[in-house]
């Protein structure tokens, strides 16, 4: 005789529980804090301003001829935290003859949708090509403005590792192609200067600071071009060059673009991506009314952060579940059914375009 389980019977604040629970151990392994600037914000449309780079030190010969006085360029950004969100209708039949937690798996997936969102949006808006910066151009683009008495800036090169040759080739072939891109690439990254036409990385661009993104077709490739310590049987001197490679799922693994990669300096505040995240309370409210605390949760031990509540300030969870009976609402009574909705508000937009390589292998 077949057993139902207690599922059937939860209620709204059962299913909150079970969510946060689960959203915040998905969290916990998204890649978006690797490469966004974080702002949190508390209006519709909100601005940031960016200052331009103070003057070079010159030697003061005399009284007289002293240097120039220097302005900077004062820009400003502004953007909309954008509304996304997600409904879901489960039947009453459904709960109440669910004998495998199929509603249980509901709220775990649609918890694991909404904490992953911020990594789909920064994929998505990374390969749209609709992030724009505080100069005006595009997180990516050939023509980031000419410093002082310069030329037009690319963060945009061309690589050598087409999707064919990543496919057919063996890996250590690939690994050793790859290498030689990414030489170019650290290349280009130092020759970046800022508005005074300074180099705008000053200082010696340490591995620690350096994070690629690609798409699983060249994980693998990767590991063995700047993580392994032998390529061909030959001690590999590119070995340990970066902090980390990092390949997201939400990247094509076929076609053209598969084969596309961004090199990202992520050593300082000013990180090559900005994340938006609509906060409906603020940081020193939850500092002061909330203490690290340590939850169970189906057996797992759960350490619940100010951060964690922080990142669920920006979501939320709405559902009727347990409105039923004397408590039913219209919608119960005349559809027979529970609503969820997941829902996030926030943007992805660009930052510090000198912080970013794309590689592009599209026409390699």
């Given at each position: 005789?077949?057993?139902?389980?207690?599922d059937r019977?939860?209620?709204?604040?059962?299913?909150?529980?079970?969510?946060?629970?689960?959203?915040?151990?998905?969290?916990?392994?998204?890649?978006?804090?690797?490469?966004?600037?974080?702002?949190?914000?508390?209006?519709?449309?909100?601005?940031?301003?960016?200052?331009?780079?103070?003057?070079?030190?010159?030697?003061?010969?005399?009284?007289?001829?002293?240097?120039?006085?220097?302005?900077?360029?004062?820009?400003?950004?502004?953007?909309?935290?954008?509304?996304?969100?997600?409904?879901?209708?489960?039947?009453?039949?459904?709960?109440?003859?669910?004998?495998?937690?199929?509603?249980?798996?509901?709220?775990?997936?649609?918890?694991?949708?909404?904490?992953?969102?911020?990594?789909?949006?920064?994929?998505?808006?990374?390969?749209?090509?609709?992030?724009?910066?505080?100069?005006?151009?595009?997180?990516?683009?050939?023509?980031?403005?000419?410093?002082?008495?310069?030329?037009?800036?690319?963060?945009?090169?061309?690589?050598?590792?087409p999707v064919?040759?990543?496919?057919?080739?063996?890996v250590e072939?690939?690994?050793?192609?790859?290498?030689?891109?990414?030489?170019?690439?650290?290349?280009?990254?130092?020759?970046?200067?800022?508005?005074?036409?300074?180099?705008?990385?000053?200082?010696?661009?340490?591995?620690?600071?350096?994070?690629?993104?690609?798409?699983?077709?060249?994980?693998?490739?990767?590991?063995?071009?700047?993580?392994?310590?032998?390529?061909?049987?030959?001690?590999?001197?590119?070995?340990?060059?970066?902090?980390?490679?990092?390949?997201?799922?939400?990247?094509?693994?076929?076609?053209?673009?598969?084969?596309?990669?961004?090199?990202?300096?992520?050593?300082?505040?000013?990180?090559?991506?900005?994340?938006?995240?609509?906060?409906?309370?603020?940081?020193?409210?939850?500092?002061?009314?909330?203490?690290?605390?340590?939850?169970?949760?189906?057996?797992?031990?759960?350490?619940?952060?100010?951060?964690?509540?922080?990142?669920?300030?920006?979501?939320?969870?709405?559902?009727?579940?347990?409105?039923?009976?004397?408590?039913?609402?219209?919608?119960?009574?005349?559809?027979?059914?529970?609503?969820?909705?997941?829902?996030?508000?926030?943007?992805?937009?660009?930052?510090?375009?000198?912080?970013?390589?794309?590689?592009?292998?599209?026409?390699?």
């Amino acid at each position: 005789m077949g057993t139902l389980t207690k599922d059937r019977g939860i209620t709204a604040k059962g299913a909150r529980a079970m969510f946060n629970a689960s959203f915040i151990t998905r969290r916990r392994r998204l890649i978006y804090p690797k490469f966004c600037q974080v702002r949190d914000s508390y209006v519709e449309t909100d601005i940031a301003r960016n200052i331009g780079t103070v003057p070079q030190l010159e030697e003061v010969i005399d009284d007289v001829n002293t240097p120039l006085l220097s302005d900077f360029p004062d820009y400003s950004q502004s953007w909309t935290n954008r509304l996304f969100k997600a409904r879901l209708s489960i039947s009453r039949s459904l709960m109440e003859f669910d004998q495998v937690g199929q509603t249980r798996t509901l709220i775990h997936s649609l918890a694991a949708r909404l904490a992953n969102f911020p990594d789909l949006l920064m994929i998505t808006r990374l390969l749209s090509g609709t992030m724009t910066c505080y100069d005006g151009q595009n997180l990516i683009s050939t023509t980031h403005p000419a410093p002082q008495g310069g030329t037009v800036q690319s963060n945009w090169m061309n690589g050598t590792t087409p999707v064919n040759f990543c496919t057919n080739a063996p890996v250590e072939t690939v690994a050793r192609q790859l290498q030689t891109d990414f030489r170019n690439a650290i290349t280009r990254m130092r020759s970046f200067r800022d508005d005074k036409n300074q180099p705008w990385h000053s200082d010696d661009i340490r591995p620690e600071d350096l994070i690629i993104l690609c798409s699983p077709l060249l994980w693998k490739p990767f590991q063995q071009a700047l993580m392994s310590k032998q390529i061909f049987a030959t001690d590999n001197i590119y070995v340990g060059d970066v902090r980390e490679v990092v390949a997201s799922n939400y990247l094509p693994i076929t076609g053209a673009n598969a084969a596309d990669w961004w090199l990202c300096h992520v050593g300082e505040m000013a990180r090559p991506i900005q994340l938006s995240r609509f906060r409906r309370i603020r940081t020193e409210e939850i500092q002061d009314a909330f203490d690290p605390k340590t939850l169970s949760f189906e057996g797992e031990e759960v350490t619940v952060t100010p951060d964690d509540i922080a990142e669920l300030a920006s979501a939320m969870l709405e559902t009727n579940m347990g409105h039923q009976g004397s408590n039913a609402d219209a919608d119960v009574i005349e559809n027979d059914r529970f609503l969820m909705s997941a829902r996030w508000r926030g943007e992805v937009f660009g930052g510090e375009w000198k912080n970013i390589v794309f590689v592009d292998n599209a026409i390699a």
